[in-house]
């Protein structure tokens, strides 16, 4: 069976600050086709030997909008939090000329509530969600990094916890006890879904499913 590949996407980036500016050059480096925007004239012709397509101009400008063909992307990323004003509009313009897919970047859920209304069909909170999740990997020095999948769940890399050394994970039987997966274990060697006769050793990483309050309870705090 042949293994099916990560299907490539047009993506519009619009607002080059901290977050547009990595946003568009991770999305570039993953391989999708990426047209940055930009009023600021001195900060695209920065990122114009990074990025193979960008434009200067105002997007505020509805009558430029109409000309940038935005139902011809497959996304549509408003990377502007600051200026709630500049947002609003810009978000309303892409709902309006046909965008198949707008993401907005908010601030504060009000600002999320208001993007929402008027088009947005998703919103990220970058500076909440990076403050969140260095906060959790702080909170203990047995966990080394985190992915938040949701709200509530997100997938862990932890150390394997000192009393799980040496006994199987059947024997842990930890999916019932602490309500969550082991989906790999790494030593020397990657060992994906691991059995119920896997066997944890001293110096392993565990990456593991699960609610923050129930990592928690196996990690021990600083």
């Known amino acids: 069976m042949k293994q099916k590949r990560h299907q490539k996407k047009s993506v519009l980036v619009i607002g080059m600050g901290r977050f547009g500016k990595h946003l568009a050059m991770k999305l570039q480096d993953l391989g999708n086709t990426v047209m940055a925007v930009d009023k600021d004239e001195s900060v695209m012709r920065e ?8 434009m200067i101009a105002d997007c505020t400008n509805e009558a430029f909008m109409q000309t940038l063909g935005v139902s011809g992307f497959d996304m549509c990323y408003v990377a502007i939090g600051s200026d709630l004003g500049a947002s609003i509009l810009i978000t309303s313009f892409l709902k309006r000329c ?35 999740k260095i906060a959790v990997r702080l909170s203990s020095l047995s966990i080394i990094d985190c992915l938040p999948l949701s709200a509530d769940y997100s997938i862990f890399e932890i150390e394997v916890p000192v009393e799980w050394i040496g006994k199987s994970l059947g024997h842990l039987n930890v999916r019932q006890k602490y309500q969550i997966n082991v989906l790999t274990v790494k030593n020397s060697v990657v060992f994906p879904a691991p059995g119920a006769d896997y066997v944890f050793s001293e110096g392993e990483q565990i990456v593991v499913l699960g609610t923050e309050q129930n990592i928690l309870r196996i990690c021990p705090g600083t």
């Open 47 to 54: 990122l114009t030997p990074r990025l193979e397509n960008t």
């Open 98 to 132: 046909g965008a198949k897919h707008i993401v907005a970047k908010a601030s504060r859920d009000i600002q999320s509530d208001i993007l929402k209304a008027i088009g947005a069909d998703e919103t990220v909170y970058p500076e909440r969600e990076l403050a969140e």
